[in-house]
Structures are given as structure tokens and as C-alpha cells.
């Protein structure tokens, strides 16, 4: 795995898991976040449900990255299917976000710009880890008889 990739892999899975940490601590009544943090009519149900309808995607491709990462550590060859499934998560998110916010008209950067950067960042990433092969395993092996 490659330090840029790792590296933006642990910096969004993080912060994913804090922007989502944060956002159930204020659902909750224990924090108080500023409105103008928040997203363009976050106080109407509607947009809460989209916003919160990313929740499990988000988990899923934080916890699925930071242990592509961990894997590579280890100095397993799993990392590479982990990081993909990873990689497909975040563009997924990304783009949605992206096609909401663009079919509203709504442009603002402090949202939409992360979210484009969600779309974009895997795509320099994933041909590399398409293109290489899996290691050859006994049971591969055996399956490929």
C-alpha cells in the first residue's frame, strides 16, 4: 500500500467516524453544533433522514479502510480487496452527496467541495489496485482445480 493511499485512507475513515460521532452526540442533545457548520436546511426532517440515511455506508467504508490499512500492517494480502471495497464506498458517498447537493443547486463549498473530493480522490488509486494481481493461496489453488 502506498503512504498517499494510506494515508487518505486513516485521514477520511477518521474523520468520518468523528463527523459521525459528532452528529449523534448533537442528535442526542449532548453537543451543540453551530448552524452555520451545519448543511443547507439540515433542520428539516427530510434533509436529516438523507443525512443520516449515509450513516451506515460511512461506517461501512471507515471500518472496512482502517482495517485495509491494519491488514497491510500485518503484512496480509487481504488489504488489497479491503481497500477497494473501501475505495467503491467512498466514491459511492461521495457522488451521491455530490448529485444531491447539484440537483438542489446548492454550492456550497464547505459541503460540496469534501463530497467532490469523496467522488475523486479513489479514482487515482483503484486502477493500481485492480491491475495487480492477488496473491496465489493454497486455497485459491484448490478452487482453480
Given at each position: 500500500?502506498?503512504?498517499?493511499?494510506?494515508?487518505?485512507?486513516?485521514?477520511t475513515?477518521?474523520?468520518?467516524?468523528?463527523?459521525?460521532?459528532?452528529?449523534?452526540?448533537?442528535?442526542?442533545?449532548?453537543?451543540a453544533?453551530?448552524?452555520?457548520?451545519?448543511?443547507a436546511?439540515y433542520?428539516?426532517?427530510?434533509?436529516?433522514?438523507?443525512?443520516?440515511?449515509?450513516f451506515p455506508?460511512?461506517?461501512?467504508?471507515?471500518i472496512?479502510?482502517?482495517?485495509?490499512?491494519?491488514?497491510h500492517?500485518?503484512?496480509?494480502?487481504?488489504?488489497?480487496?479491503?481497500?477497494l471495497?473501501?475505495?467503491?464506498?467512498?466514491?459511492?458517498?461521495?457522488?451521491?452527496?455530490?448529485?444531491?447537493?447539484?440537483?438542489?443547486?446548492?454550492?456550497d463549498?464547505?459541503?460540496?467541495?469534501?463530497?467532490?473530493?469523496?467522488?475523486?480522490?479513489?479514482?487515482?488509486?483503484?486502477?493500481?489496485?485492480?491491475r495487480?494481481?492477488l496473491?496465489?493461496?493454497?486455497a485459491?489453488?484448490?478452487?482453480?482445480r
Amino acid at each position: 500500500m502506498s503512504r498517499p493511499l494510506r494515508g487518505l485512507l486513516v485521514l477520511t475513515d477518521l474523520l468520518f467516524l468523528i463527523y459521525w460521532t459528532v452528529a449523534a452526540l448533537s442528535e442526542l442533545g449532548f453537543l451543540a453544533v453551530p448552524p452555520e457548520m451545519m448543511y443547507a436546511d439540515y433542520e428539516h426532517p427530510r434533509v436529516a433522514a438523507w443525512n443520516w440515511s449515509f450513516f451506515p455506508l460511512d461506517i461501512v467504508f471507515s471500518i472496512v479502510g482502517l482495517a485495509a490499512v491494519r491488514t497491510h500492517r500485518r503484512g496480509l494480502p487481504q488489504w488489497r480487496p479491503l481497500a477497494l471495497v473501501s475505495l467503491v464506498l467512498t466514491m459511492t458517498a461521495g457522488g451521491m452527496a455530490v448529485s444531491y447537493w447539484t440537483i438542489l443547486g446548492e454550492f456550497d463549498p464547505g459541503w460540496f467541495l469534501p463530497n467532490l473530493l469523496l467522488l475523486l480522490w479513489p479514482v487515482f488509486f483503484l486502477p493500481g489496485l485492480i491491475r495487480q494481481p492477488l496473491p496465489h493461496t493454497a486455497a485459491a489453488a484448490v478452487i482453480n482445480r
